[in-house]
């Protein structure tokens, strides 16, 4: 269990920051915001490939460990590990590794050359969307017998809705901070959040929307779901996901700029609350990493 969160976690936590520093690339810095200013825009864009970097470095630690986890559980205990670890990779689990850490390397770095080279961000935004495929590539996804191509499209799109309304958020949070360091305190909260919020609710329809599908292609037939392990662990995820949606609804709806008595005040509360709702979202990513370990009664 320990290994599934710790090898888990870093994986799904490094696509979705990634996928939020695409995110706020895109849809949350520049285009007809407030944060159009050219000056401005390209800090905030610097800022969101710094994020990016982040995000890869954490990629790339977990995927490194997804690949000591799958070794362990492959290897044979009499013959040396390099020869195993030769054998996984000549595997098509190894091969699919392969691809996905060396894009991981490539995207931290055009992740590092877009903080100076805006055009870099057209290099990191289709290893981003590539990487996604890696888990539903080596999960349930892929080892479904029938529906395979459908489930490991609802999972690629499953995993990038995730990124963009997790990943956007931390995004919106952290090109926020780091613009009041550069700038002494200027704050860009309101108009990110304005440009995020809409975003957002579109990824958590699409979200939700594969997530049912994925789930009731999974889950087995009624009478046995109590006595199933990944069903509960989906019924922990849930729960998890809902006390996020109701903390991001309850974000949307109190601290928007116009309830601002005190500016001040009012940003410092959303940050806060905003930063719950992340923290929060991490125990859907562990809950996630123990779900996509645990086999469906249903295959
Ligand atoms: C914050 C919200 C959510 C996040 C961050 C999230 C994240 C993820 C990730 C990273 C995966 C792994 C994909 C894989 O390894 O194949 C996944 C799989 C899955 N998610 Fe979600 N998800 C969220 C919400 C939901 C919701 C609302 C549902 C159900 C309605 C759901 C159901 C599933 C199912 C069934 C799988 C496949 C599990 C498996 O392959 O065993 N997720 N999710």
Known sequence: ????????????????????????????????????????????????????????????????????????????????????????????????????????????????????????????????????????????????????????????????SAGVWIGGLAAVL???????????????LAPLVAAFSPVAFAAVLVLIATGTVSSYVHLPPIDRVPFDPWSRLLAAKVVAVAAVLALGFHNLRTHTAASWPDRGQGESNLRRSSLVELLVAQFVLIITALLVRTGPMSG
């Open 174 to 188: 952290w090109v926020d901070r780091s613009f009041r360091r550069s700038t002494g305190d200027t704050s860009t």
């Open 1 to 160: 269990m320990t290994l599934d969160v710790v090898t888990g976690w870093p994986l799904f936590a490094g696509l979705v920051v990634v996928t939020g520093a695409v995110t706020a690339r895109w849809f949350l810095i520049g285009g007809d915001t407030a944060l159009s200013d050219p000056v401005r825009r390209d800090i905030h864009r610097s800022d969101a490939a710094r994020l990016g970097g982040l995000g890869s470095a954490l990629l790339i630690a977990g995927l490194a460990m997804f690949f000591a986890r799958q070794l362990i559980e492959f290897r044979d205990p009499w013959s040396p590990w390099l020869a195993d670890a030769r054998l996984l990779m000549g595997t098509a689990w190894g091969r699919t590794w392969g691809v996905a850490a060396a894009a991981s390397i490539l995207l931290a770095a055009a992740f590092a050359a877009a903080r100076r080279r805006p055009a870099f961000w057209w290099l990191a935004q289709p290893l981003v969307v590539g990487l996604s495929a890696f888990p539903a590539l080596t999960g349930h996804a892929a080892g479904s017998v029938d529906r395979r191509s459908l489930l490991i499209a609802v999972d690629i799109l499953h995993v990038a």
